[in-house]
């Protein structure tokens, strides 16, 4: 067989701009684009046509179903199939597929998350089609991207309100827009890179650990005698064994016209990152979605197993996800990049500050919008961002702000006074200062990158939050700009006010250190959000509501359904990780401990048959240790049992997340320690499931 080429096979599995060309009349064609870049609705023909088209080519490439794929509430993705066969009088079968089955799906939605949204839409849901994300071959099935939403019409989805929010910024940038004279730009989108972290470790290890095959993460293990003190992964060579798999990852990912790439080792043993090449927000959405399934897949076929957790292993750096964002217009210019002249460099600033406005006016939403019982072992930690808040802007940046905020002299033209919108505002060149790799919010040239990510969240969740709070903060720019009578005067005075009011929220230093986390919280104000309950709080505050709502992007009902729906699984997520701990250690290592423990006492009989009066220092030392490390097993297991228990009689999530913080998870902390420093002490052969040091350096 003749290899293919990349750009022989790339997309080979999507029915993109290409395959709509060839396979569609011009007419249908036309009608499609008109509904892909406008949002006009899509008339039943056309949808018939287009259906037809899409059947021939998914039989031709070796589909016999079809499926409507959503992304409900439980952050993963769902898929229902139906083949395509119709039986024909003749006892032979054909293959259909309808306009109607295209456009709208009709799946059991009780099924699903819907927070308070149950009671309102029956059983109900419908799932709808979403034509600005291609439809895909995965398997035999032909994949539809579709929204899914209640039999009332609430979005039970995360691709929604992520179209909603696009929208409203493209509605409140278009209005900036115009003010600044463009009038050929016809849609402002926002575009994203997200960088995915992922570990890789054995397959035959993976399936001896109940805690990774039920939880995700390691919930017992000792400190191995080589982490990653060394820094030697990082951009390490790759091993052959991951090399293979990364070859395998990227042609599949190819294949679904995802562009992957980049891929590099990570700071840990084991870990690695895939960056693919930014694309629209959804579509982006949808990609990120399919990565990370493909990547678990292909690592299964490998021998391999993929752990998007976000903390996989304690005392080693856990994994999250990069969110590069920007603005972008349909004429193919970059909002947040700063422009050849004065006067774009003007339009370039009020960009900017809009999304530093957005960032600390909505901080709390931001940080809700990555919480997860998950990443909370991350954040605050010392790899990744901290909890708190704050922008990266780079030296050059910040002192052009500088200047403009107290009208003083910027160095880089010739000590002149910035005035915007007129010549003297300088020409930017991109920052060549370091990179800020603490900052939560960095501004790295033309794009921001959002990192407190965790590896295995939805971005839609992040980018929702984004692009409403900084549509609000261009809504808040036009409603001024708009009356102004001086326009240049306003926007200088307008960009003033603005650092003036949000500058607190910029820090380029250090984001590990304990300092500034005091400094931010008790001199700027700042938001420092720790653990899941406190960042879900905020969602119901009256400022928060109001965003969301006003901008269109979600209802009052359904925000109460996500708060529900978030509290509910961070405890699930939690009680399913506490008792596969009491599970682990009852079965597993108390037994383990308890047989090595009469092991050594069998030896000091043994020897003092030999020897009445031998000593055996070391073995009753042991002996009284492990026996300690029993008793204490036993106690702190009833211990967790009865903080279970607690939980379980809480009525509402709100407490019930509270008590899965404070008495839980310090439980299961507790109840850890021990086993961890009881694997010390225990014969290897004698240890029930692969260690860390075997995991994190198993695969070569
Ligand atoms: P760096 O290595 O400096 O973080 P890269 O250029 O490698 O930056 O980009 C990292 C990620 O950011 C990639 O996924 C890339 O596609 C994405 N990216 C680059 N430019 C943009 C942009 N304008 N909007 C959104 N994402 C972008
Ligand atoms: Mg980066």
Known sequence: MVMKTVPEFFGSKVFDERMMKARLSAEVYKSLKQTIQKGKKLDASVADAVAAAMLDWAVENGATHFTHWFQPLTGVTAEKHDSFISPAPDGRVIMEFSGKELIKGEPDASSFPSGGLRATFEARGYTAWDPTSYAFIKGKTLCIPTAFCSYGGEA??????????????????????????????????????????????????????????????????????????????????????????????????????ILAKTEHNEVAPAQHELAPIYTTTNIA????????????????????????????????????????????????????????????????????????????????????SVATAGNDHRLGANEAPPAVI????????????????????????????????????????????????????????????????????????????LNTAVAESLRQYADILEQAEDFHESLHTLIQDTIKKHKR??????????????????????????????????????????LLISHKVMSEAEIRSRHEIQLDIYCKTVRIEALTMLDMVQKDIFPAVET?????????????????????????????????????????????????????????????????????????????????????????????????????????
């Not at 976000?310 to 990049?337: R, Y």
């Not at 990179?435 to 033309?446: D, L, Y």
Request: net charge negative; charged share 25%; proline share 4%.
């Open 596 to 700: 090595y423990t009469c092991h050594i006492a069998r030896a000091i009989d043994t020897k003092r048959k030999v020897m009445a009066d031998l000593p055996c220092k070391a073995e009753t030392t042991l002996l009284s240790r492990l026996g300690m490390l029993l008793d204490s097993m036993a106690q702190r297991v009833e211990l967790l049992q009865d903080a279970l228990h607690r939980e379980a009689d809480r009525g509402d999530w709100v407490s019930k997340a509270a008590c899965i913080r404070d008495e839980v998870l310090p439980q299961m902390n507790a109840l850890r320690a021990v086993c961890d420093e009881a694997e010390t002490l225990t014969d290897a052969k004698a240890w029930p499931f692969p260690t860390y040091g075997e995991l994190l350096f198993g695969v070569k």
């Open 505 to 546: 929220i910029i820090f380029n230093g250090n984001g590990y250190d304990e300092a500034w986390i005091r400094e931010a919280t008790q001199v700027r104000g700042l938001l420092n959000l720790p653990t899941t309950p406190d960042a879900m709080a905020v969602t119901l505050e009256p400022k928060n509501m109001e």
């Open 156 to 257: 039970l989805d995360k691709k929604t309100p992520l179209l909603r929010s696009m929208e409203a910024l493209n509605t409140q940038a278009m209005r900036i827009l115009k003010l600044f004279g463009n009038t050929d730009v016809k849609r402002v989108t926002t575009s994203v890179g997200p960088e995915q972290e992922y570990f890789l470790v054995d397959r035959a290890m993976y399936e001896k650990r109940k805690d990774l095959m039920f939880t995700g993460r390691t919930l017992f293990g000792a400190k191995p005698p080589k982490g990653q003190e060394l820094d030697d992964h990082y951009f390490g060579t790759i091993k052959p064994r991951v090399e293979a798999y990364m070859e395998e990852l990227n042609e599949e990912l190819w294949k679904l016209g």
């Open 285 to 368: 959405t949808d990609h990120n979605q399919l990565t990370m399934e493909i990547m678990q897949k292909v690592a299964w076929k490998h021998g391999l197993v993929c752990l998007l957790h976000e903390k996989p292993f304690a005392g080693v750096n856990g994994s999250g996800k990069h969110n590069n964002w920007s603005l972008v217009t349909d004429t193919g210019v970059n909002l947040l990049s700063p422009g050849e002249t004065p006067y774009e460099n003007a339009q370039f600033l009020l960009f900017l500050v809009a999304v530093v406005q957005a960032v600390d006016d909505y901080q709390g939403l931001l940080r809700m």
């Open 390 to 465: 704050s922008m990266f802007l780079g030296d050059e940046l910040t002192a052009v702000l500088e200047a403009v905020e107290n009208d003083t002299p910027y160095n880089g033209v010739e000590k002149k006074k910035i005035r915007l919108g007129t010549d003297v505002l300088p020409r930017f060149v991109r920052d060549t200062t370091d990179r800020n790799r603490t900052s939560p919010f960095a501004f790295t040239g033309n794009k921001f990158e959002f990192r407190m990510l965790g590896s295995s969240n939805s971005i839609a969740c992040a980018n929702i939050m």
